[in-house]
């Protein structure tokens, strides 16, 4: 009897442990502007509960991240949290083609599984120019404990946060992009939203202890530039971008392309004192510096003073950097399978989107444009318009082609929305195609790609012979250089739709970017969420009747 007993409790607890949820981290955050001097020039920020950078999340694989986001701006207000795939669940990612912004004075509760992920990543507001003043804060997500990492456990886990910044408003930035101007060069640097001097006199920002190792989670957070890292005297061991584990190269320095993250490890190993961390602008006529001290516990002595040259010049630098950057196919991933199964070179390409990106004037104001459409968010979200049948009413499909034509006399730019219809769970390559002399970089949302290949040039059917088709880094943004191309290639295998931007803020705002349709051939739960409950709704559909929700 007691044996019938223990193995009836046993089941039961068995049976919990089946059908129970993941864990749930909830949070609320007020987002207001306050007055603080990132620059040491008092200026209105966005900062949340308080916070600027705003709370970090941490988390482990497949928790659910609940957060209530209130706004108390006097504008809409909407973040994304970028690099999160949301599968099936485009509902949650924050963009004005997938979501309705917050108004002022009200609030929307995200809701989201970080669903077999693990790594560094961040949130950041994608209405305005909202960006450009604050609101964002870092995501970390730890692996599950049966699941083991390629290195040891660190002391520490250290996240910073560099960007360049604006001492402007961001309501005399968007005022500028608004009347046909630029934005112009930044006016400095920040880290963590301080900028050190230099000069011996800061608050350390991290303590080391000697002998120790660290883990520094690097993202570059900014608007315009690529920002080069280093640690005086210290050597950075890479482990992570974005999600992956990488070959554990050794680096003095690291370039950081815009909206890009990764993972560090740092070994105290010198003299116990005060270090840098020196975060430089790249690809500027002139060089832009910020500091970060760290200390030695029980250190004696400052930081040696800043070399003249803290960065590298030219991007071929930053190319052959690129291609040092392998995919760790020893590792786990976020689930048990190792992230070596997955054969991505063995897979035969279905189709083949070639994104052109070019620039011009229209009605006397600056655009950029992908394959001759310049992006324009609809009043009416374009998921909302899908999941609603008024899609005809609200945008067009099929204005950006697979392959760009060039006009024969001046550009000729389309200001719409901009949306590609792709196919469910086909295998695609992207080439993305930089005519312009300044450094790109691009993020896709919803999903990771392999970034098989970086080239000076233009891109040719034949340069596939030249992709790494076996361990190229699995991520989520890539840089183009000037007048050179990148390809990515990758499975859209997430219904929903998603976007691609650029990681400029004031190419994303004047048009560069555009949204990509992935449909299950039929609508049903086991590939798609339904729209949430508390979804807000504006534009042509905020007063018509629910669709049929979707069904198993």
Known sequence: MNKQIISFVLLLLFSCLVHGEDPYLTFEWKVTYGTISPLGVPQQVILINGQFPGPKINCTS?????????????????????GIQQRKNSWQDGTLGTNCPIPPGKNFTY??????????????????????????????????????????????????????????????????????????RPDGIVINGKSGKGDGKDEPMFTMVKGKTYRFRFCNVGMKDTINVRIQGHTMKLVEMEGSHTVQNLYELL????????????????????????ATSRFTKESRVATATIRYANGKGPASPLEKKEAPEGWEWSLNQFNSFRWNLTASSARPNPQGSYHYGQINITRTIRLVSTAGVVNGKHRYAINGVSHTDPETPIKLAQYYGVADKVFKYGLCKDEYIPPSGNEVITIAPNVVNVTYRNFVEIILENHEKSVQSWHLDGFNFFAVAIAPGRWKPEMRQNYNLLDAVSRSTIQVYPNSWAAIITTLDNAGLWNLRSNALEKQYLGHQLYFSVNAPNTSLKDEYNMPDNDIL????????HPKPYSI
């Open 538 to 545: 504006c534009g042509i559909i905020k007063d018509l009747p």
């Open 62 to 82: 497949n928790n659910n991240i609940v957060v209530n986001v209130i706004n108390q701006l006097d504008e809409p207000f909407l973040i994304t949290w970028k």
């Open 255 to 278: 370039d950081i392309h815009l909206g890009q993250c990764l993972s560090v490890l740092i070994t105290a190993d010198q003299n116990p004192k005060d270090y840098f961390i020196v």
């Open 111 to 184: 809701h989201f599984q970080v669903k077999d992920q693990i790594g560094s990543y961040y949130y950041h507001p994608t209405t305005a120019l909202h960006r450009a003043v604050g609101g964002y804060g870092p995501i970390t997500i730890y692996s599950r404990a049966l699941i083991p990492v390629p290195f040891d456990t660190p002391a520490d886990d250290f996240t910073v946060l560099v960007s360049d910044w604006y001492t402007n408003s961001h309501k005399s930035l968007k005022g500028l992009l608004d009347t046909g101007r630029s934005l112009g």
